[in-house]
């Protein structure tokens, strides 16, 4: 038999389904895999259920059915400033993850270099190399995952295609100021470098900190592609809707790679959503106060039980910093959460180009008890785990 693909020789599955896999297995609360336990708003269930007995179960236009696109349009366009046609210039996908796949693999050549920040979601690095590109990876320093513009710069100069941007970022919440977006588009604008923005956490972003759209940035427009998706905004993970914005010309090519990946996203799904693509400001409003609520409670769990923690910015995700267990595997300590604590993490190091094993992310997207239960497990936490050293 011949070898299989040499691209694809170093991949693993992701780390984050497999520890939703062990939560399951010990009955641990699941604040792992990123999706709430509560339910989508009331409008869009509604319409689902009439959209079973209409006619929407055939395939839809490939690159989105006509009436989802000029909603998203419309609030998009509020958003980010400017005027997007829906008609050129968004592709309806399969949810984020094949907006970034299909975004990767219409900017990269075999051979491109590609930039990321580290950390990273997990799929940034496999969408380079399925696109046959070479990342190229830039730290962002704990604990407030700052970066260094010279050494960004260090990284632009060794000519790539693209970058990678999550903003607000997974796994840390970081959520990028205006000034170190203004540093990244005048190095993408000297270098000549498309940006592939991540934004699908773009309404969840806590007071102080505001949201730029990278896109939305002079002379950005022209070298952005925007990728984004409803899952999180809506509580609808698993009708993967996401999808892309970008000029027309690259739009035309990205609809290409679209359709030979997947066809199209789910008609139903997409007739089913458009209720919530047309909410006043009053829903995203309530979504923000929702989540900082509760992320109050739970960084006070986290504070009252002597966990330490960063503080994020934006989404919903925290890294809790387990340096004082001692283990030289984060993977093995989530392993025992799960089975000893009863509480589902993600391994830090899954999200780390550097080799770093000191810290696990958990979410706090889920019903407040639901987190309050995850608390009270985490009370046990050193009697379960008894600490070997004083964090330094």
Same mark, same amino acid.
């Given at each position: 038999?011949?070898?299989?693909?040499?691209?694809?020789?170093?991949?693993?599955?992701?780390?984050?389904?497999?520890?939703?896999?062990?939560?399951?297995?010990?009955?641990?609360?699941?604040?792992?895999?990123?999706?709430?336990?509560?339910?989508?708003?009331?409008?869009?269930?509604?319409?689902?259920?009439?959209?079973?007995?209409?006619?929407?179960?055939?395939?839809?236009?490939?690159?989105?059915?006509?009436?989802?696109?000029?909603?998203?349009?419309?609030?998009?366009?509020?958003?980010?400033?400017?005027?997007?046609?829906?008609?050129?210039?968004?592709?309806?996908?399969?949810?984020?993850?094949?907006?970034?796949?299909?975004?990767?693999?219409?900017?990269?050549?075999?051979?491109?270099?590609?930039?990321?920040?580290?950390?990273?979601?997990?799929?940034?690095?496999?969408?380079?190399?399925?696109?046959?590109?070479?990342?190229?990876?830039?730290?962002?320093?704990?604990?407030?995952?700052?970066?260094?513009?010279?050494?960004?710069?260090?990284?632009?100069?060794?000519?790539?295609?693209?970058?990678?941007?999550?903003?607000?970022?997974?796994?840390?919440?970081?959520?990028?100021?205006?000034?170190?977006?203004?540093?990244?588009?005048?190095?993408?604008?000297?270098?000549?470098?498309?940006?592939?923005?991540?934004?699908?956490?773009? *309404?969840?972003?806590?007071?102080?900190?505001?949201?730029?759209?990278?896109?939305?940035?002079?002379?950005?427009?022209?070298?952005?592609?925007?990728?984004?998706?409803?899952?999180?905004?809506?509580?609808?993970?698993?009708?993967?809707?996401?999808?892309?914005?970008?000029?027309?010309?690259?739009?035309?090519?990205?609809?290409?790679? *679209?359709?030979?990946?997947?066809?199209?996203?789910?008609?139903?799904?997409?007739?089913?959503?458009?209720?919530?693509?047309?909410?006043?400001?009053?829903?995203?409003?309530?979504?923000?106060?929702?989540?900082?609520?509760?992320?109050?409670?739970?960084?006070?769990?986290?504070?009252?039980?002597?966990?330490?923690?960063?503080?994020?910015?934006?989404?919903?995700?925290?890294?809790?910093?387990?340096?004082?267990?001692?283990?030289?595997?984060?993977?093995?300590?989530?392993?025992?959460?799960?089975?000893?604590?009863?509480?589902?993490?993600?391994?830090?190091?899954?999200?780390?180009?550097?080799?770093?094993?000191?810290?696990?992310?958990? *979410?706090?997207?889920?019903?407040?008890?639901?987190?309050?239960?995850?608390?009270?497990?985490?009370?046990?936490?050193?009697?379960?785990?008894?600490?070997?050293?004083?964090?330094?």
């Amino acid at each position: 038999m011949q070898n299989l693909s040499e691209r694809t020789a170093g991949f693993t599955d992701s780390v984050i389904r497999r520890m939703t896999r062990i939560s399951l297995q010990y009955g641990a609360v699941n604040l792992s895999q990123g999706f709430p336990d509560f339910e989508p708003p009331r409008p869009i269930l509604d319409r689902l259920a009439q959209v079973a007995y209409e006619d929407f179960h055939q395939y839809s236009i490939t690159w989105g059915a006509q009436d989802f696109r000029e909603a998203l349009a419309a609030k998009q366009s509020r958003l980010m400033g400017r005027s997007i046609d829906p008609d050129s210039e968004i592709v309806v996908t399969c949810g984020s993850t094949e907006a970034m796949m299909a975004a990767m693999m219409t900017v990269a050549n075999p051979g491109d270099k590609v930039i990321i920040f580290s950390p990273f979601y997990e799929n940034y690095g496999a969408d380079t190399i399925l696109s046959g590109a070479e990342p190229v990876y830039v730290p962002l320093v704990p604990p407030d995952f700052h970066f260094d513009p010279e050494v960004l710069e260090d990284a632009f100069r060794q000519h790539p295609k693209a970058l990678i941007l999550c903003n607000p970022s997974n796994p840390c919440g970081k959520v990028f100021t205006r000034a170190e977006l203004e540093i990244i588009a005048d190095l993408a604008r000297k270098y000549d470098v498309y940006v592939i923005t991540d934004e699908v956490y773009e *309404h969840i972003v806590y007071a102080p900190r505001r949201h730029t759209y990278f896109a939305a940035l002079p002379d950005m427009w022209e070298r952005t592609i925007s990728c984004s998706s409803l899952s999180k905004t809506y509580s609808i993970t698993g009708w993967r809707l996401g999808y892309t914005i970008a000029p027309a010309e690259i739009t035309e090519r990205i609809r290409k790679v *679209h359709d030979f990946l997947t066809v199209g996203a789910a008609a139903p799904l997409q007739a089913a959503v458009i209720p919530g693509l047309r909410f006043a400001q009053d829903y995203y409003d309530d979504l923000l106060a929702k989540y900082t609520h509760k992320k109050a409670l739970f960084l006070k769990g986290l504070d009252d039980l002597r966990i330490p923690h960063n503080d994020p910015d934006g989404a919903y995700y925290v890294l809790l910093d387990i340096s004082a267990f001692g283990y030289d595997s984060d993977l093995r300590f989530c392993e025992d959460l799960a089975r000893k604590v009863g509480v589902g993490a993600v391994p830090g190091s899954s999200f780390f180009r550097e080799p770093v094993s000191s810290f696990i992310r958990l *979410h706090f997207a889920k019903k407040d008890e639901t987190l309050h239960d995850a608390l009270n497990r985490l009370e046990k936490l050193r009697i379960q785990i008894p600490e070997k050293r004083t964090n330094v």
